[in-house]
Each structure stands twice: as C-alpha cells, then as structure tokens.
C-alpha cells in the first residue's frame, strides 16, 4: 500500500509544481501554460491547494511506511 501512496505523491507533486509554473507564465503568452490554465484555471491561480494534498499524501506514505515490518 506504501507504494501506491508513494506514487499518488510524486503524481501529485509533478502536478503541483506544474500547476504553479503555468500560472507564472499565463501572464507572458506561453502556448502550453495557455492550455493547462484553460482547462483548470483554479489550480493555476492557487497551486497551494495541490501543495496541501501532496502534504497529505506525503503524510499517508509516511504513516503506511511506518507499519511494515
């Protein structure tokens, strides 16, 4: 299960910093960030929320690693 959680917070990490990069530069005309900010606009303009459920992932993974034996 520890490895599920793992990857659900490097997915979600990839995302986040993704997220955050279009946002910074919907502003200057990049193509890509255009298109990723067009399709979700509220996690371009708050990336924290994708920071805080990669916190809780990262919590989840930590908190299943620490059961095995």
Same mark, same amino acid.
């Given at each position: 299960?520890?490895? %599920?959680?793992?990857?659900?917070? %490097? %997915?979600?990490?990839?995302?986040?910093?993704?997220? $955050?990069?279009?946002?910074?530069? =919907?502003? $200057?005309?990049? #193509?890509?960030?255009?298109?990723?900010?067009?399709?979700?606009?509220?996690?371009?303009?708050? #990336?924290?929320?994708?920071? %805080?459920?990669? &916190?809780?992932?990262?919590?989840? =993974?930590? &908190?299943?690693?620490?059961?095995? =034996?």
């Amino acid at each position: 299960m520890s490895t %599920i959680a793992l990857g659900l917070t %490097i %997915i979600l990490a990839v995302a986040t910093v993704s997220f $955050y990069v279009a946002g910074s530069l =919907y502003g $200057y005309g990049s #193509p890509w960030a255009r298109d990723v900010c067009g399709l979700s606009q509220d996690l371009c303009d708050n #990336p924290g929320w994708g920071a %805080i459920a990669t &916190g809780v992932a990262a919590l989840v =993974y930590f &908190g299943l690693r620490s059961f095995r =034996y």
